[in-house]
């Protein structure tokens, strides 16, 4: 599902519709590339017939904002900066071009070191080749359209790099043949390790020695790597044992929260009629507070074999009415969900069901003990997780409410959207390390940044 979303979301991004689509399939003979530009055609033909009628997508939305900017009256006064960027795609080149149009006044920042070679693109692996292309497409633009270039304010000096090593590596990286730095410094160091903890440690250590002996503070440290899911577990373990306060910039899948699973494992439970192993792993959820009853009766099952919804609502020789009390909103569910045959009414069953458990409440209270065990970013997950999930299924209504649908294959359709669910997650404190992704991560001016190099070799201090 993440794939085949991030392939619509490029389409509209780079413009690709099928009109293009169809242009390509006329001018290729490659049978296997023929048949998969076919697949995508027809996969956007009917994706836009379906959302055509009751939704539109983020990317629709851009290109309708696209074409209302000409009526846009504020417009027409406003001087507009466009900065942070080092490229764009076609659809944002379509934005600017039509901003340069409609605007006062269009100011775009581009990073360049320097500018009397704006125009030598030949160099491809250079590092600011993308940004040079930039510059040159928005001319082009600017020409297209008769819109004069103002005189060019070009920033004097590297801001940045304040010392020699940097300098050179922002100069040369990617740069052939490589220029070996000849100079000396003590700015960049580089270390070797033996396994991925040596290197956190490593790491954990210097930024002990950058506070205590440069008094340097915590969020004037980033530290970055290239395969964070690779290092997270380590880095928590290690930082927390060095006492080092640190946020982990990333989107965490919450397909293993416990909300996730008590929804997923309840699900189950009514779609194979109580099996022993679904209905247990439910109950054992933190949603559920009488733990004590539910290993009392899990250990009656076992004794007596006791399996599937028919046996469950019987009465029970012992246990009985521990039993009715525990799972009289489980069964309520069971006969609801069978008794539904749209989308809409089995969602609202398990609206119901959550509401009956109390989940949201449960929540919020886990939320606040987290919280006041200074776990910030768990209890901002538990805060968050229950409106993702009520948006989730309203989204589903919306869709495809009035759709027939078993069961089960309303099981495996909130599964694959439960399991697809992202959170971000916002710094908790303002003053924490940054550690993220070398590719995702943003961060201002850091007083140091230390790196994992990919191969786990090597690490920059």
């Not at 990317?59 to 900017?69: R, T």
Request: aromatic share 10%; proline share 2%; hydrophobic share 40%.
């Amino acid at each position: 599902m993440d794939e085949l979303n991030t392939l619509i979301t490029e389409c509209y991004q780079y413009t690709v519709d099928e009109a293009v689509l169809e242009r390509y399939l006329n001018m290729i003979e490659d049978r296997m590339l023929k048949d998969k530009l076919q697949d995508l055609k027809t996969l956007l033909k009917y994706f836009k017939q379906e959302m055509a009628e009751s939704f539109i997508t983020t990317q629709e939305a851009s290109v309708l904002l696209l074409n209302q900017l000409d009526r846009i009256e504020a417009l027409c006064r406003s001087s507009i900066t466009v900065d942070s960027f080092y490229g764009f795609t076609p659809l944002q080149y379509q934005f600017i071009e039509r901003l340069m149009m409609v605007a006062k006044e269009v100011r775009i920042c581009i990073t360049i070191p320097e500018w009397d070679k704006l125009t030598d693109m030949r160099n491809e692996s250079e590092l600011f080749h993308e940004s040079k292309k930039a510059v040159s497409k928005i001319r082009d633009l600017a020409e297209k359209n008769h819109i004069p270039e103002k005189e060019m304010i070009v920033m004097q000096g590297n801001r940045r790099s304040h010392n020699d090593q940097m300098r050179h590596l922002v100069d040369n990286l990617f740069s052939y043949p490589i220029k070996p730095y000849t100079g000396q410094g003590k700015h960049m160091r580089m270390m070797e390790a033996a396994t991925l903890e040596e290197e956190v440690e490593a790491v954990a250590i210097r930024i002990h020695r950058l506070v205590k002996e440069r008094g340097s503070r915590f969020k004037e440290v980033a530290v970055l790597c290239s395969d964070l899911a690779a290092y997270e577990d380590t880095v928590r373990r290690i930082f927390d044992d060095y006492e080092l306060l640190y946020f982990i910039d990333k989107k965490d899948t919450v397909s293993e929260h416990p909300l996730i699973q008590f929804i997923l494992s309840a699900l189950l439970t009514v779609t194979y009629n109580f099996r022993y192993e679904h209905i247990f792993y439910h109950l054992k959820s933190v949603y559920y507070e009488e733990q004590d009853t539910i290993h009392r009766i899990e250990n009656h099952c076992l004794r007596y074999g006791i399996k599937g919804a028919r046996r469950w609502k019987a009465q029970w020789d012992e246990f009985d009415s521990e039993k009715t009390a525990l799972i009289g909103k489980l069964k309520d569910f069971h006969e609801d969900m069978h008794a539904s045959d749209t989308v809409r009414g089995k969602a609202m069953a398990l609206y119901h069901y959550l509401e009956a458990v109390g989940v949201f409440e449960a929540n919020q209270q886990i939320a606040a003990d987290l919280i006041a065990e200074n776990r910030l970013q768990e209890a901002e997950q538990y805060q968050k997780i229950y409106s993702v999930v009520m948006e989730l299924m309203d989204e589903l209504v919306a869709m495809i409410g009035s759709e027939e649908i078993s069961v089960s294959n309303f099981a495996s359709l909130m599964e694959t959207g439960l399991t697809g669910i992202k959170l971000g997650q916002t710094p908790p404190s303002l003053d924490q390390i940054l550690v993220g992704d070398i590719s995702r991560s943003r961060f201002k001016e850091n007083d140091a940044v230390l790196s994992w190099a990919s191969m786990r070799e090597k690490c920059l201090l």
